[in-house]
C-alpha cells in the first residue's frame, strides 16, 4: 500500500512564505505524476500544480508566479514552494501521485495516491 506524507504546513502571515514536502510511505513507488490540490471550508476540491517526472509543470492561474514546484527524483520528494501568500491561499494542501498518465490531468479523480492533507493559513 502506498500512501504519501505530506509536511511543511502552518500559520502565516500575509506576505510570508511556506514549503511544502510530499513524499510516498510504504512500499516503493515510483511518481511519475505529482499534483497539489487544495480544499478550503465549504470549497470543493481545486488543483494547484503537477509536475511530471520528466519536468513538464502546470499551475493554477490563482497560484502562478507565486507558488513554484520542483522535485528531486533521487529523494523521490516533490516540493511545492509558497511564496507572496495571501488569506485566499488558506486551505489544506494535498499531495496525490500517480503512474504514467496518457495525458496528465488537473482533476483529483485521475489520481490514485493521496496524503492525508497539510493545513496552510494565511492570517494576520
Known amino acids: 500500500q502506498v500512501h504519501l506524507v505530506e509536511s511543511g504546513g502552518g500559520l502565516v502571515q500575509p506576505g510570508g512564505s511556506l514549503r511544502l514536502s510530499c513524499a510516498p510511505s510504504?512500499?516503493?513507488?515510483?511518481?511519475?505524476?505529482v499534483a497539489w490540490f487544495r480544499q478550503a471550508p465549504r470549497k470543493e476540491r481545486e488543483f494547484v500544480s503537477f509536475?511530471?517526472?520528466?519536468?513538464?509543470?502546470k499551475y493554477a492561474n490563482s497560484v502562478k508566479d507565486r507558488f513554484t514546484i520542483s522535485r528531486d527524483n533521487a529523494e523521490n520528494t516533490v516540493y511545492l514552494q509558497l511564496n507572496s501568500l495571501k488569506s485566499e491561499d488558506t486551505a489544506v494542501y494535498y499531495c496525490a501521485a500517480s503512474g504514467p498518465m496518457m495525458v496528465v490531468t488537473t482533476t483529483p479523480d485521475d489520481y490514485d495516491y493521496w496524503g492525508q492533507g497539510t493545513q496552510v493559513t494565511v492570517s494576520s
Open positions: 509536475i511530471t517526472k520528466n519536468g513538464s509543470i
Open positions: 510504504g512500499r516503493a513507488f515510483s511518481m511519475f505524476v
